[in-house]
């Protein structure tokens, strides 16, 4: 499986693939991509489907099932970067940049503010396992395996 963006730990290992979508899919086409991210890396505690409406956080199930465990509004959570986000038609290609962004800001904290919805990511046990790692984007999930 390809994903728009996979987050590595600072192991290097894969530890969330996200998928975005330009348009906002059914939940259960939503769910079948969450159970597809598992299937490519069976050993990832969370999976990330972002929309232009919602950005939903998936904990996988001892079973492989996704567990919704976090959504956020999409524009309150990415308009940190782009004040005009919500308010004008958003390219795929550009949404994966600012989810891109966002989940960097999140691995790295430079800014003396906190990056948009730390609370939450950090409540769910996300935000520890981005800090300090890295993104790549297009990239086939790998099994964890340390390149």
Known sequence: MIADIVAEDTSERDVLPVVVKGLSLREELVSQILKESKEACPSIRFGM??????????????????????RLNTVETLRHYDREFGTKRIY??????????????LAFRWKP???????????IGLAQILEGGMTRREAALEANALR
């Open 92 to 105: 795929q290609g550009y949404l994966v940049a600012l989810v891109e962004t966002w989940l960097r800001d």
């Open 113 to 123: 503010d906190p990056p948009p919805a730390v609370k939450q990511l950090t409540t």
């Open 49 to 70: 489907y972002v929309d232009p409406e919602q950005i939903q956080i998936a904990e996988y199930e001892p079973d492989g099932e996704p567990k919704m465990v976090c």
